[in-house]
């Protein structure tokens, strides 16, 4: 669509003190992402004047989307001399005619459900739904099918109260309606705070039509609590893996499986019952299998799990990871490790099989190191490579094998095993003195 026809101003600035934290309100994630970018990566797509007004914990907001996003205008509010959601609007400046105000806590808001508000010439559109339980909402009094005012809840009467249709929090207002009104807002209120609310009333007496909105509850409500994150994660999980179904996905019980939004699908892909698979993840012409995770990696053409772990910067192709098995920081191309091993910092070459017990150990407390391993070496289980080690080319290492630091050269054996010995009825003998 024309991005030219819209300014949109994220309201950001709130601590969101339900959610019983620390971190700011609007990064909360769900699904691998901050609340906060989901609303403007919506934005993004219906207007190219995007301005976030922050406040709480400004610096953390401002860097984790510039991470994501950079045309995006930050704009500080002055919390302290003008709180609230007017004040947010104070200092915010408007490219086009029409300004669409929403909240950074609504993650579920999709491009789509936002157009409707431009698709009416009414000076004042603003969002509404009817809810069973409007307890936090700010409730909404229309006659004659026009918004008469809002009343916020903490200041509202018992009366108003009962009201169940609530305010959505979204508006769409005409630059001039803005330009008029903020000005003129005041904190004679309850909280001492700058509703942005208000405009809708001065605006009303004045003879402007306020047209409301009915809009999709479970799109625009709000995200005030972890249980209110909980909900929104289900709906955005069904909507990421319904997504990816659609592509050709084949999944396994599907709700059981978590997928973040910025995972990527390939080819013929199969993922079982249990997985959860996050970050920067490509999967590609694979089968991920029951309770396996995958942490920004990349699988090609292979099989993982099950009970299968790939932790970040792991890259697979061709390969076979059974279950038990861990690799971090790893690449393994066409490579055999059935069950319960640890591969971390290392390079494995195709034709190669890792016994089951196989640990490399790439930690010795301060710094990490190295495994490089060949092509078609052959590694007896419950054997231990000690990093910085390189096994070159046709190598086999025997089972129960130490390898400390150094080369294996191509065509060797290496085998550290202690010589077998039997001692003669020892079981009796021990065991008869555990009973004297």
């Keep these: 669509m024309n991005k030219n026809r819209i300014s949109i101003v994220i309201l950001a600035a709130g601590k969101g003190s339900r959610m019983k934290s620390s971190k700011a309100k609007v990064l909360h994630t ?30 953390a907001v401002m860097k984790q989307m510039c991470s994501y996003f950079d045309d995006i205008n930050f704009v500080v509010q002055d919390d302290a001399n003008f709180p609230g959601t007017g ?38 559109v603003m969002s509404i739904f009817d809810l069973q339980n409007p307890d936090g909402y700010g409730r909404v009094i229309i006659e004659n099918a ?5 009343v916020e ?20 207002f005409s630059k001039e309606i803005l330009e008029k009104y903020i000005p003129l807002l005041k904190n004679d209120n309850a909280q001492k705070e700058y509703y942005l609310t208000d ?24 995200v005030n609590s972890k249980k209110d994150l909980s909900h929104a994660e289900e709906i955005m999980q069904e909507r990421i893996k319904t997504r990816l179904m659609d592509s050709g996905v084949t999944m396994q019980l599907p709700s059981t499986i978590y997928i973040e939004e910025s995972v990527v699908f390939e080819g013929e892909c199969i993922v079982e019952n249990g997985c959860r698979i996050t970050g920067n993840s490509k999967i590609i012409d694979s089968h991920i299998k029951a309770h396996s995770v995958i942490e920004d990696s990349t699988v090609k053409n292979s099989d993982v799990g099950p009970l299968a772990h790939l932790r970040p910067a792991s890259n697979i192709e061709d390969t076979h990871i059974g279950n038990f098995v861990e690799v971090k920081k790893s690449s393994l191309k ?44 052959f590694i007896g289980s419950d054997s231990q490579l000690i990093a910085p080690v390189t096994l070159q080319d046709n190598v086999m290492v025997a089972a129960g094998t130490t390898v400390r630091s150094g080369t294996i050269q191509s065509g060797e054996l290496a085998a550290s095993s202690a010589k077998l010995r039997i001692i003669k009825d020892f079981y009796y003998k021990f065991f008869a003195k555990k009973q004297l």
């Design 30 to 59: 769900l699904s691998g992402k901050e609340m906060l970018y989901y609303i403007i990566k919506s934005s993004s797509e219906i207007s190219d004047d995007i301005t976030v007004v922050v406040a709480h914990q400004k610096d």
């Design 199 to 222: 405009v809708i009333s001065m605006a009303r007496a004045d003879g402007v039509a306020i047209t409301p909105l009915l809009v999709d509850e479970e799109l625009f409500k709000g």
């Design 146 to 150: 026009q918004v008469q005012k809002i």
């Design 334 to 377: 066409g490579v055999k490790a059935g069950h319960l091993s640890y591969i971390g910092d290392a390079t494995v070459d195709e034709g190669t099989n890792i016994g089951a017990g196989v640990i490399t150990c790439n930690y010795d407390g301060i710094n990490k190191y190295k495994t490089v391993i060949g092509k078609n070496v």
């Design 87 to 124: 004040g947010a609007m104070k200092n915010v400046s408007f490219k086009h005619e029409k300004v669409l105000v929403l909240n950074g806590d609504m993650p579920l808001v999709i491009p789509e459900s936002l157009l409707p508000f431009l698709q009416t010439k009414s000076q004042i």
């Design 153 to 172: 809840q903490k200041d509202a009467s018992a009366s108003q109260l009962k009201v169940t249709t609530v305010n959505a929090g979204i508006y769409a």
